[in-house]
Structures are given as structure tokens and as C-alpha cells.
Nanobody, 127 residues
Framework: QVQLVESGGGLVQPGGSLSLSCAVSGRTFSSLGMGWFRQAPGKEREFVGAISGQGWSTMYADSVKGRFTIARDNAKNTVYLQMNSLKPEDTSVYYC????????????????????WGQGTQVTVSS
């Protein structure tokens, strides 16, 4: 069983930055594709971005492209989400996810294709 634990959420002003981390255990980390999703109250879970097992391939939602960056450290079994130029509409619970199938392309944006999830961390962007 793969376990994912997010950290780093909090309150930040518009235009500010925040970094999330997700520590993974229970499986060879480099064999897992990793992703970030978010869900605001009353809305469906939304794809934010994903990174392949070796970190060679990344993919982002249009809404965060150019502002958010996903990275991973396979030696530390950790994936990161660096969020810059934050906007109030970025306010959500952010979830880390892992998948074993080696998803590629647009399939990574489908939350149903991901195998394991963290508990989520709240990010609030407000002045």
C-alpha cells in the first residue's frame, strides 16, 4: 500500500508563493507517476499537474501553467509543488496522487486513473 502525506499548505496573500511537499512510502518511488490535484468547496477535483517517474516529463493545467512547478526528488521519496503568483481562485484543498500505470498525455488529468491519494492540505489565497 502506498502512503502519501502532504505538507506545506497555509494562508498566503495574492501574488505570494507557497511550496507543498508530498512524502511517499510503500513502493519504489521512481516507479510511480506523481500528480497534484485540487478541490474547492462545491467543485469537482481538478487536475493541477503531473510528473513522470524519472522526472523527465511534466504536464500542467492551463490555469496554473507558468506559475506552478512540479519537481521530485527520488532520493527523498518526495514530490513538490512550487506555487508562485498565487491568485484567490487558487484557494483549494490540494491533493497529492500516485499512479502505477505510467500514464501519459491527457489521461493524467483524469482523477479516476490515479491509484493512491494523500489526505489533502488547505491552501488559502486571501488578503
Amino acid at each position: 500500500q502506498v502512503q502519501l502525506v502532504e505538507s506545506g499548505g497555509g494562508l498566503v496573500q495574492p501574488g505570494g508563493s507557497l511550496s507543498l511537499s508530498c512524502a511517499v512510502s510503500g513502493r519504489t518511488f521512481s516507479s510511480l507517476g506523481m500528480g497534484w490535484f485540487r478541490q474547492a468547496p462545491g467543485k469537482e477535483r481538478e487536475f493541477v499537474g503531473a510528473i513522470s517517474g524519472q522526472g523527465w516529463s511534466t504536464m500542467y493545467a492551463d490555469s496554473v501553467k507558468g506559475r506552478f512547478t512540479i519537481a521530485r526528488d527520488n532520493a527523498k521519496n518526495t514530490v513538490y509543488l512550487q506555487m508562485n503568483s498565487l491568485k484567490p481562485e487558487d484557494t483549494s484543498v490540494y491533493y497529492c496522487a500516485a499512479e502505477m500505470a505510467g500514464l501519459v498525455g491527457a489521461t493524467r488529468a483524469n482523477a479516476e486513473r490515479w491509484d493512491f491519494w494523500g489526505q489533502g492540505t488547505q491552501v488559502t489565497v486571501s488578503s
